[in-house]
């Protein structure tokens, strides 16, 4: 009998949200036709430039410039280049329930830059990224209750869902089947057309899958954890990794990873950053406040920290080894995966078994998760360390980003520079 799990999944963020569980024989299973073996497909793909986009379901003629809708303008990728320019549509007619948003801010995610590129094969272009958006209520449906014009908002990774399943039911949206994401998804609501993110100036959004800001929390730092920041916090409060005392692992020290570090403190557990850069030691400690830094290559390292954890949140997106990392959880510790690693990974049967440990995924967070999050984050004044730039220079961070140099995060100024670049 074989002693290993071969997990495949797609690129470093989930093209749809896949429901966090044990990782066993079924966990990551694609079936042949399905969305995530097309998207291992694709990324596999030796050549960009051989791969076919979707069309958009609808006719693009007239479609940008709905009649009656709000006049928008973006920056949109035409092709598999991702390069972005300057794009100009208009936003669906507000319903009775629908929230218009000012955008000020949005994040730029690794999604975004897997999108654009069509490395899952499901672009449909002209694509406008962005799902990390922070803005302001511009004004409200008639049969809006929770929002009105002023309030300072947030938009994340997806703005629809069935409303009708047991995920919904139950207020895990974001493992609905039917979820709408923000960026190249189909919107029901617009018969079909497809969503057009966050690297515009303005969006259109039902009320139940808008959250507040609260006052206070720093509006550019903030756009990151409408994505990076409830995907840490969702499983840190699913599986007791909120608990003051405990000892949390979290590896990686990138966009998840350093806001993993500051929820973990702020819940007053002890945190231990877990990298292959011994350069990030003093980074993670003196700056993000972990209180201890392991080396993954140092076998020394890892050798005097087994059985030490409560918990781990696995947040890279590469390749690596989890077999090292399950020895540091103490007994029915629990290791939750927010990274998505193109190439299989190997689940040992015997580093989980023994102890009674658990492995198990999480995408994104519900509404009510960002909700809480970014209640928790203004009460303790968290936000992400970000480098914000005007919209003219996106395509040059989008390479950046490719290259791994950012720090932690790029976020777009979209009101202070929108119009101008444009």
Known sequence: ??????????????????????????????????????????????????????????????????????????WAARDAT?????????????????????????????????????????????????????????????????????????????????RSCECCAKGHENYCAGVVHTSNGVDRARGGAVTLGGFSDVIVVRENYVVRVPDGLALDRTAPLLCAGVTVYSPMMRHGLNEAGKHLGVVGLGGLGHVAVKFGKAFGMKVTVISTSP???????DHLGADEFLVSRDPDQMKAATGTMDGIIDTVSAWHPIAPLLALLK??????????????LELPVYAIVPGGKGVAGN????????????????????????????????????????????????????????????
């Not at 074989?2 to 470093?12: E, L, T």
């Not at 429901?19 to 073996?37: I, Q």
């Not at 350069?279 to 400690?285: D, G, V």
Request: hydrophobic letters at 40%; glycine letters at 10%; aromatic letters at 6%.
């Open 1 to 74: 009998m074989s002693h290993h799990f071969r997990i495949r999944v797609p690129s470093s963020c989930l093209p749809v949200p896949v429901p966090g569980a044990l990782l066993d024989a079924r966990l990551f299973t694609a079936r042949k036709h399905n969305h995530l073996a097309r998207a291992s497909v694709a990324a596999a793909s030796p050549s960009r430039a051989r791969r076919h986009h979707r069309q958009r379901p609808r006719a693009t003629a007239g479609q940008e410039m709905e009649q009656g809708g709000k006049a928008a303008l973006g």
């Open 331 to 344: 007994p029915m510790g629990q290791m939750v995966v927010v990274g998505v690693p193109s190439k299989p």
């Open 363 to 422: 995408s994104v967070g519900s509404v009510g998760d960002c909700q809480a999050m970014l209640e928790f984050a203004g009460k303790h004044g968290i936000g992400a360390e970000v480098e914000v730039i005007k919209m003219d220079y996106v395509n040059t961070a989008l390479e950046r980003l490719e290259k791994n140099d950012v720090r932690y995060r790029f976020v777009i100024d979209v009101a202070a520079s929108l119009g101008a670049a444009a």
């Open 82 to 162: 991702g390069v972005l320019s300057p794009y100009s549509f208009s936003r669906r007619v507000q319903s009775d329930d629908d929230v218009t948003i000012k955008v000020l801010y949005c994040g730029i995610c690794h999604t975004d830059l897997h999108v654009i590129k069509n490395d899952w094969g499901n672009a449909m272009y002209p694509v406008v990224p962005g799902h990390e958006i922070v803005g302001v209520v511009e004004n409200v449906g008639p049969g809006v209750t929770k929002f009105k014009a002023g309030d300072t908002v947030g938009v994340g990774y997806f703005v629809d869902s069935c």
């Open 279 to 285: 350069s990030k030691r003093q980074e993670a400690i």
